[in-house]
Every structure is written in structure tokens, then in C-alpha cells.
């Protein structure tokens, strides 16, 4: 994900970068327009306060001509000027940056809504710090750009323009001089970032380590603690910790023993050379003020200067990351969420299979098919069971029945109608998914088996008494509305299963789909899951892969997958009779191992 944009060349992640930046803002161009005009009428009456005081030496102080109401005219307008120019300034930061947030705020919303409509495919090969990170800090970078570009670089260029312009009006051959310090001014600020850019570098890196650090140590404290590896853990915190700080430190030393004296040397010298320059003429009354005003240019020549030049690489940084925030909303969409494709019709044929799969074949990569040539009906309110060896097959049928990757058109059916032909909406109310981890949310056991669908109390209580939860849920102190703890850690694996299976069923589907739902759980939940299913018998088909085969020796049908091809089909009865068959050699051995 991260490659394929960095691999990109500058112009193209810049240009990607500006139209991001421009979608982003479009809402608030006027804010927009209002906040560069005002920067450069604040820009243009910093550089006009000078003059005015070039203005009052020359023609008033120095030749003794105290006309004093023009004296105080020009006074005034010195100071009025300033404090406008502040006081525009101080609007056009206020609005600026309400414009940069809200553009932050909109642009994450796009990406995390972009992100949650991502087809399954993109999320095995995303790594999940990464897209964290695209959501978060990438799109902060969108900030960055508009402090950078719009406040800094505009802000300084205009001062910086301005005032070489007035200088020229006011000593061509001085401002010639003050021009020799561009060369100079980037010189230093290269060799300072050359020389501190180590120091930032491991600081970032050093800072994500100490991140990283936190989570883990978080993630993994039952087994951190049970290997009394507190203090070694706490130890190399403070270590990474330290190093931090260092690092930090070799930044700032950089900048106070390095940039900042090499740049105040450059102005004395400066001052030095345009006094000295002075010196040598003829100096009448009128060059009086004229140096008054170089000297006070001065001083607002270098800061910009050094701002521009700093800028740069905070700016690169910023335009690669927009332009990764850029790639990611780039990224194509799962089909069923295209809301440009026709409406499905409403209903399916009454009396077709709820799942009719013919000659499906799937492979994650081109010419490596993991399913080879299935076909299977499975009977409306049937009760099916799937079974095979580990990497047979039985995830990645289940990933296809979900429309987590796209099948062959045709190749699956449900209730009589093409996959891919079902509207999302309708798709998700009529499957219904326990997964092999049960996902819980660090939230209310009713806010987790709702699932932000707006569920009646007596739905839930309904979907929890059908999955044999009801009675754990009402003897936990606050009932449905007691929180579980992150992932649920309040419970035990076979309640949290319990949720998840109240969950699927609160949905009220028509197809109830159970990935490995009992291997993590004990025989007597696994007792309270098998009831739970045949009580839906029935009225509700289900399609179950089980690794514990006693979960689906009550089923219709089971299924054996064997390397992607289903090798054998039937009752338990039936397939305990197929002597050497693989179903029999699996029980037996489960038998054995009990
Ligand atoms: N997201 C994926 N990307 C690429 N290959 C995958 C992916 N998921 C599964 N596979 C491959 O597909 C094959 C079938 O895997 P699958 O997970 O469907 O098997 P399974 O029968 O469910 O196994 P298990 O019982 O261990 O869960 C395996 O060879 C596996 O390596």
C-alpha cells in the first residue's frame, strides 16, 4: 500500500496532493479566498510601516520641520497600520485554521467510510498500523499543507517580496547587498537539517518504537505477567524512553548552538556591511531614514527567509502522506457497494435451494485454485455441516458465500438468485455469521448483540434466549447493560461464542452461517450451542464448519472437503459407513484423542 505512492514521482504525489487538498476544502473556499486576501493586506502593511518611518525622520525630525499634526498622522498611521496588520493576521489564523481542521475532519471521515466499503481482498495484504495510520496521521498531514503552504510559505514570500520591493525603491544597490543573503540563508539552513536530520529521524523512529512498546506490553500483559517480565519490559521502555530524549535533545542542540547563531552572525555581518556602506557616503539627512528603514527591513528579511527554507521538507513530508490518504480513497470499492447498479428484485424463488453452488472454482492468486469445481444445494431450513482437514477449502467457501471475494457470476445462488445480484442490504439481513473469534466490542452486552441496527429490547432478549445467553446476560450486575470489557474480557470464550451466535440470530437471517464456532469452547457449551441450533432447525438453514465433529453429527448433511473437492457427502450415519473414508478416519481419531 505504502510503495506503490512513495514509488510515485513528486509532481504526480503533489498534484494528487492539491486536488485532495481542494475536494477537501471545497465547502469552505470562501473561508478560503477571505484568509489569503487578509494575509496579504497584513503582509503589505508590515512593509509599508518603515516607509512611514522613513517618512517622519526625513522631512520632519532630522530637518527640524515639526509640522506636528503630519507628525502625528504619520505616527498614527505607523502604529494603525501595525495593529491592523496584527489584528488581520490574527483573523485569518482563526479562519485558516478552522478550515485546515474541518478539512482534516471531512477527509478522515471519507477515508474511514472509504476504508469500512474496502473489499476483504484489500484487507489481507493491508497491515493495520499502516491504515491506522492513513486515517489518523496521514490526513493531519492535510493540516500540515495548509499551515505550511498557505501560512507560512505565502505569509513569508509575500513579506519577503514586498519588502525587497520597497528596498529597491528605496536603495537599488542595498537591496543588491541584502539579496547576497539568499544564498547564504539557505546554505545554512541545508547544512543545519543535513546535520540534525539524523537526530529527527530516530526521534520519529524512536517515538513509533515507544508506541509499539505500549501496545504490545498492553496486548500481552496475561502473558508478560505470567513470566514475571515486568521489570525487563519496564527496563527497555526506559531505555527506548531515553534514547528518545536524546534524540530530541541532539535536535534542539542542532538548532540552538547551529542554526541560530550561523543566522544571527549573518545579520550583524549584514547590518555591519549596510552601516559600513553608509559610512562611506556622504551621509546627508535624508539617508538617515533611509537607513532607519534598511535596518528595520532587515530584521524581516532573515525569519522569513529561514521559514521558506525550513518549510521544505515538512512540506515533502506532508505531500507524500496526503498523497497516500490520496491512494487509499483510490482503492476500488466492493462491488455490492456500488450504488450505481440496478435494484435486485425483491424477492427470490420460493421454493429454490438457500444455497445452490454449481462448478465453483476460486483461487487467491491467478492460477492457484484452493476450490476446484464444487457444487452443493443446500435445502431452504436445512442444517449442513462441513468438514475437511485444515487448508482444505472450508474458510475460503464460507468467505464466498459471504461475498467477501467476488465468485465466478453465476456460480452461487441464493434463494434462487445470482450472488451478486442481491442488494447489500438485503444480503447481510438474510446471512447471518458466528465467527471462529467472536469479535466482541468494548461495549454493553445489549450494544453488542445490537450491532448499531436500532434493536428492540425484546429482539435482543429474544436472539439471546434463542442462543442460550439470556441467563448469563440477566445475572451479570446491570443485566443487558453491563459493559464486557475490551474484546468482551469480562466473559468467558464460550459466553462471548453465546453473544456472537445471539447476535447473528438477532438479525433474524435465513441463512446462518457458523465458522469453527466450538472450537474454542468446552463440551458443556458446545451441549448449549448444539441445542441452540436444533432448536433453529428448520426454520432457519445452516451452514456450519466444524473442526469438532460432534457439533455436526446432528446435521442434515454433512460435507467433506478434501484439497478444495468435496470427496465425500451424507449423515453421519451414512458417512461412518464409508469404510477408509476420510470422515470416518477423522472421527475415529477425534474419538481416540477424547
Ligand atoms: N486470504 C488468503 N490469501 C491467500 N491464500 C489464502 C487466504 N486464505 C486462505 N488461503 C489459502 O487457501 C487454502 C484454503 O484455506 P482455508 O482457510 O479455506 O482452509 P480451511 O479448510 O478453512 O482451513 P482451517 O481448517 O485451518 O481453517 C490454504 O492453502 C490457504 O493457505
Known amino acids: 500500500m505504502q510503495s506503490d505512492t512513495t514509488a510515485k514521482a513528486m509532481p504526480a504525489q503533489a498534484a494528487q496532493a492539491i486536488g485532495l487538498l481542494r475536494r477537501a476544502a471545497q465547502p469552505d473556499r470562501r473561508h478560503l479566498l477571505w484568509a489569503t486576501l487578509w494575509l496579504i493586506l497584513a503582509a503589505g502593511l508590515e512593509v509599508i510601516g518603515p516607509i512611514l518611518g522613513k517618512a517622519l525622520i526625513d522631512e520632519h525630525l532630522l530637518p527640524r520641520h515639526l509640522d506636528f499634526p503630519r507628525m502625528a498622522m504619520l505616527l498614527g498611521a505607523m502604529l494603525v497600520s501595525g495593529w491592523i496588520a496584527s489584528w488581520l493576521r490574527y483573523l485569518q489564523l482563526v479562519r485558516l485554521s478552522g478550515l485546515a481542521m474541518r478539512s482534516v475532519q471531512r477527509l478522515r471521515e471519507w477515508v474511514f467510510g472509504h476504508v469500512l466499503r474496502l473489499p476483504m481482498a484489500f484487507f489481507d495484504r493491508a497491515i493495520t498500523g499502516q491504515l491506522i495510520s492513513r486515517v489518523t496521521n496521514d490526513t493531519e498531514a492535510v493540516k500540515t499543507l495548509y499551515i505550511q503552504v498557505l501560512f507560512v510559505i505565502l505569509d513569508s514570500s509575500i513579506v519577503l517580496v514586498g519588502t525587497m520591493i520597497a528596498m529597491a525603491w528605496l536603495d537599488w544597490r542595498l537591496m543588491l547587498i541584502v ?3 539568499v544564498p547564504a540563508v539557505v546554505v545554512i539552513v541545508f547544512v543545519y537539517q543535513r546535520l540534525s536530520a539524523p537526530a529527527v529521524t530516530r526521534a520519529r523512529a524512536l517515538r513509533s518504537d515507544i508506541n509499539g512498546q505500549i501496545a504490545e506490553s498492553i496486548g500481552g500483559m496475561s502473558v508478560l505477567q505470567a513470566n514475571n517480565a515486568q521489570e525487563r519490559f519496564g527496563a527497555r521502555f526506559g531505555a527506548t524512553n531515553e534514547a528518545h530524549y536524546k534524540a530530541r535533545l541532539a535536535e534542539l542542540r542542532a538548532n540552538a548552538f547551529l542554526l541560530r547563531p550561523a543566522l544571527d552572525l549573518l545579520n550583524v555581518i549584514l547590518l555591519a556591511v549596510v552601516i559600513y556602506s553608509f559610512g562611506r557616503r556622504e551621509m546627508n539627512a535624508l539617508e538617515v531614514g533611509v537607513l532607519y528603514a534598511f535596518i528595520s527591513y532587515i530584521a524581516r528579511v532573515v525569519e522569513p ?19 497516500r490518504v490520496s491512494a487509499l ?8 457497494h456500488d450504488s450505481g447498479r440496478a435494484p435486485p428484485p425483491a424477492v427470490g424463488a420460493p421454493d429454490a435451494p438457500a444455497v445452490r453452488i454449481r462448478d465453483l472454482s476460486f483461487g487467491y492468486a491467478p492460477g492457484q485454485d484452493v476450490l476446484h469445481g464444487l457444487n452443493l444445494d443446500v435445502p431452504q431450513g436445512a442444517f449442513f455441516g462441513i468438514v475437511g482437514h485444515t487448508g482444505s477449502g472450508k474458510s475460503t467457501l464460507l468467505s ?10 453465476g456460480a452461487i445462488e441464493v434463494h434462487g438468485q445470482p450472488l451478486a445480484a442481491i442488494g447489500n442490504e438485503r444480503f447481510r439481513s438474510e446471512v447471518g455469521l458466528v465467527p471462529q ?23 435482543i432478549e429474544t436472539a439471546a434466549r434463542a442462543a442460550h445467553a439470556h441467563d448469563f446476560i440477566a445475572a451479570l450486575e446491570d443485566g443487558y447493560d453491563t459493559p464486557l470489557g475490551e474484546s468482551g474480557s469480562r466473559l468467558s470464550t464460550g459466553q462471548k461464542q453465546l453473544i456472537a451466535i445471539a447476535r447473528a440470530l438477532a438479525g433474524q437471517p435465513r441463512i446462518l ?16 450451542v448444539q441445542e441452540a441450533l436444533n432448536e433453529l432447525r428448520g ?11 460432534s457439533t455436526i453429527r446432528e446435521a442434515d448433511r454433512i460435507v467433506v472437503l478434501n484439497h478444495g473437492r468435496i470427496s465425500e457427502a451424507g449423515s453421519h450415519d451414512e458417512l461412518m459407513q464409508v469404510d477408509g473414508g476420510l470422515y470416518q478416519r477423522l472421527y475415529l481419531l477425534q474419538q481416540l484423542a477424547a
Do not use: K
Not at 464466498?400 to 457470476?409: D, E, G, K
Open 179 to 181: 539579496l547576497a543573503l
Open 305 to 323: 527567509m529561514i521559514q521558506i527554507t525550513m518549510q521544505f521538507s515538512g512540506l515533502q513530508q506532508a505531500v507524500v502522506a496526503t498523497a
Open 329 to 336: 480513497l483510490g482503492e476500488a470499492g466492493a462491488p455490492e
Open 400 to 409: 464466498l458465500l459471504l461475498r467477501y471475494y467476488p465468485s465466478r457470476p
Open 437 to 459: 473469534d467472536p469479535f466482541l466490542l468494548a461495549a454493553s452486552a445489549r450494544e453488542n448483540i445490537d450491532m448499531g441496527r436500532g434493536l428492540s429490547q425484546q429482539a
Open 513 to 528: 452461517l457458523l465458522d469453527e464456532a466450538t472450537s474454542h469452547i468446552d463440551s458443556a457449551t458446545e451441549q448449549v
Open 539 to 549: 426454520r432457519v438453514t445452516i451452514i456450519a464448519i466444524a473442526h469438532r465433529l
